[in-house]
């Protein structure tokens, strides 16, 4: 038997031996040439500490509030679709874990559970992450639901118009699976079979027109504060900031959507310091340890979100 995982490098390996080709590579897979991908983590190891020493530290207390609620450690479950193809239980089995780790668990618009479910679940803090597609009325009936259950934000994924070009899903002719909240709302059947039919139903259902001028409609349609996932430049921050979002997201996608967009932590300080403390501002992206939540802090975070569906195995 293979040795308990320390890191989250060695549950990344422990997934790749446990799961089928197709999955693992959706999980761990990003756009194009990947550059991003690798940068998103190789920035961070570039960051070293300045370390001062005979300071108190017998008594520490890594808690934190988001939106007021208050969490054990600046660490919040980042949105990733389809957790059922790693456990049985799928984003029920996440959720249990927020709670019993006292974190916020957004729950992604591309979810195998359903967001009753999740609600009926345990009694974790969970944001859910919106996709606005063609059909608008979609996204309100999602919106009432969420709200319904509980959910306490709403997440708007913004830098993904199109899906990134994902070559592994197109060479292994990636099956979607169920869209669990989509049921009745959405025709789920197959329309490619000529790569990853991911690429091709997304660029049929998204909404690419979506501006920000459709933030004052998403505001119009709830009262739930809306954080704004997907921002990297100073540019984009202080739009966020104009149209009245509760919180910042800096991400790019874990580096799925554009290849070459800058690694998130490479940016996050020209974000902060653009913002000026209006919003919290959150990240992801290459987050593995507990010295990058730190170096992600240091530089203006409030917290970070890492991806958790690896930890289902
Ligand atoms: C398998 C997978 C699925 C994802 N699905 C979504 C999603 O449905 N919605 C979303 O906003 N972001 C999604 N993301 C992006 C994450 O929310 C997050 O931005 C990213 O994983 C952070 O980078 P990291 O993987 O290096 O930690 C996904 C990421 C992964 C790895
Ligand atoms: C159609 C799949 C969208 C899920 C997602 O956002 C991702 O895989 O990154």
Known sequence: MAAEPVNLNEFQELARLALPKMYYDFYAGGAEDEHTLKENVEAFHRITFRPRILVDVSRIDLSTTILDYKISAPIIIAPTAWHKLANPEGEVATARAAASCNTIMVLSFTSSSSIEEVAASCNAVC??????????????????????????????????????????????????????????????KVSSDTGSNLE???????????????????????????????????????????????????????????????????VLEEVVHAVKGRVPILMDGGVRRGTDVFKALALGAQAVLVSFSQLHL
């Open 200 to 266: 091709a139903d997304a660029r049929e259902a998204m909404d690419a027109s979506l501006s920000w001028k459709d933030l004052e409609w998403l505001r119009s349609i709830t009262n739930l504060p809306i954080l704004i996932k997907g921002i990297l430049t100073r540019e984009d921050a202080i739009k966020a900031v104009e149209v009245g979002v509760a919180g910042i997201i800096v991400s790019n996608h874990g580096a799925r959507q554009l290849d070459y967009s800058p690694a998130t932590i490479s």
């Open 127 to 188: 944001f859910y992450q919106l996709y606005v597609l063609k059909k608008r009325d979609i996204a309100a009936t999602l919106v009432q639901r969420a709200e319904r259950n509980g959910f306490k934000a709403l997440v708007l994924t913004a830098d993904a118009p199109r899906l990134g070009r994902r070559e592994a899903d197109i060479k292994n002719k990636m099956i979607k699976p169920q869209l669990k909240n989509l049921e009745g709302l959405l025709s789920t």
